[in-house]
């Protein structure tokens, strides 16, 4: 399965990264809102989009991924912790939110649970050990 992350902190861009390879996830990262907007004709499987990126918002990317495919998931992280950032993004179309800073486990447990939810499994993923 395919995920698009877009982070502009190039160290949690890259641990995240790597979280989700190490669960089997193929995984493309962006580091501005510009370049991840080229990349919605590639339609992943999920995207993980920041809000507060520096040069569009990841608002404006949702709207813009939703206007292509409605039914790819979502999931939103960021440092604003405000319940209207978490609603407003909720009504844009996102499928989580994850409040900066968490642990990067529990973006793969919230990844996993989604990706079982809408596309089904074949075979139960099995916990894996991470040593970083």
């Known amino acids: ?3 698009c992350l ?3 902190e190039r160290s949690l861009n ?3 990264e790597k979280y989700l390879q190490i669960e089997g996830y193929e995984v493309t990262t962006f580091f501005d809102g ?3 907007m080229k990349a919605i004709n590639d339609c992943p499987e999920l995207w993980i989009l920041d809000i507060m990126l520096p040069d ?3 608002y404006d990317l949702i709207k813009a991924i939703k206007k292509h495919s409605s039914k790819t998931p979502v999931i939103f992280m960021s ?3 405000e319940e209207l950032d978490r609603v407003v993004g909720l009504e844009l179309g996102s499928d989580d939110y994850l409040s900066k800073p968490f642990l990067p486990r529990e973006l793969v447990i919230r990844t996993n ?3 079982q939810r809408i596309y089904g499994s074949n075979d139960e993923k099995t916990s894996k050990i991470y040593v970083m």
Do not use: H, Q
């Open 14 to 16: 890259v641990l995240l």
């Open 79 to 81: 440092t604003r912790n």
């Open 1 to 3: 399965m395919r995920i």
């Open 6 to 8: 877009v982070e502009d």
């Open 34 to 36: 510009n370049s991840a």
């Open 56 to 58: 569009i918002s990841g």
């Open 113 to 115: 649970k989604l990706m």
